[in-house]
């Protein structure tokens, strides 16, 4: 059996041995729009739970839009022209806007990723600008939130009049769903309030984890972060497997947020009887795949319907390599998982040890083999499982010990399938 994984720009196929029962899990989505641009024009004018963004606009001078970095595949080429077409006729000039690249704790876009992300003519007109979550200066600190966690935000989203944000919504390995408040933060927070999002506080919650949102205390303390910063007005859409738009949810943040996640989480679920003995799974590709890091999101999103002791062999081109400079170095601190979950459990937070604990709560319950060529053999040896050169390599070694018969799902865009195992029917 010849299965086409997303991998990197241009895909990889993998052989599947006879004998086994494969499941091939592909990426659902809703119907793309027959009209987006139309849609979109539709959200901005007759919102979800406010007035509309022009009236919003009306008597400002100044507005601040977050907007996805380079590892999202947000269409800001097609919501932000008629966005900043409102702006302008509300009152507030070309020079009065600024648009931050909410990267979080990710690096900072260059240049030329600044055209894809917005397209050249915004470039060449507006104010963009990255947002640097290690320089405390450049935020404002809105208080304490009701839990204890400190919120620094970029100091110009803060002090712009108008707040909006564009995103879109999908499920997250810790937050339930993006979009909306994450587009704030972590997206647009100083390190100094993400380390406390990102501890074990949260991280080990049961409750963070993906499509999980009425009980998940990350959620809410998003929320209650983004009411600080007065998040005024958010556009979110829904993307079809193409990246086609779906869906547009604009308006007042928690209400069109909402809105978004019931049509997200209606089009995507995949419910499987039984958990299954090996999964072969995927990051998406580019942009989702460039680094390891982002590559963890594949195997926290599979690991829900594998049995406990079963394999997920995780396929990623990793181009970029592991990620940032502290993820790298915290590969390479740590053998074994348990000895990294337990040094994190007692000390203060690093950046980018959230990544490594996810995949840790994983790699203690389940087998992880890898196929990420873009990763340097240096760290091959700190990968809690086994790294392999080839994809034919790594699929034989993923079936090798499978008992005749056994049940192996297939997952070709990863994380873009929310795959849940059916509560048993009480007798």
Known sequence: MRIDLAFGKTGVAAELPEGFQYQVLEARSAKALDNPALALEQGMDSPIGCASITELARGKKTAAISVCDITRPAPNKQVLPPLLKRLEAAGIPREGVTILIATGLHRPATDAEILEIVGADIASAYRIVNHHAKVLSEHTYL????????????????????????????????????????????????????????????????????????DNPLHRELLEISGMARHDFMIDVALTRDRRIAGVFAGKPVEAHAAGVALVSKALLELLDEPVDAVITTCAGYPLDLTFYQAVKGVTAASHIVKPGGKILIVAECAEGPGAPEFCEMIKRFSTDVAFLDHVKDNPVVVDQWQLEKLALVTTKKKLLFYTPGMPAEYHPFLWGPSFGSIEAAVAALTSDLKPGARVAVIPEGPYVLAKVAEPVPA
């Open 143 to 214: 208080g304490d939130t009701s839990t204890g966690t400190p919120v620094y935000i970029d100091t110009r989203f803060i002090e712009a009049e108008l707040h909006i944000t564009l995103g879109f919504i999908e499920p997250h390995l810790m937050l339930g769903y993006s979009g909306g408040r994450k587009l704030i933060a972590p997206g647009l927070a100083a390190q100094e309030t993400i380390k406390v999002l990102h501890s074990p506080k949260f991280m080990r919650d049961a409750r963070a984890v993906e499509s999980s949102i009425a």
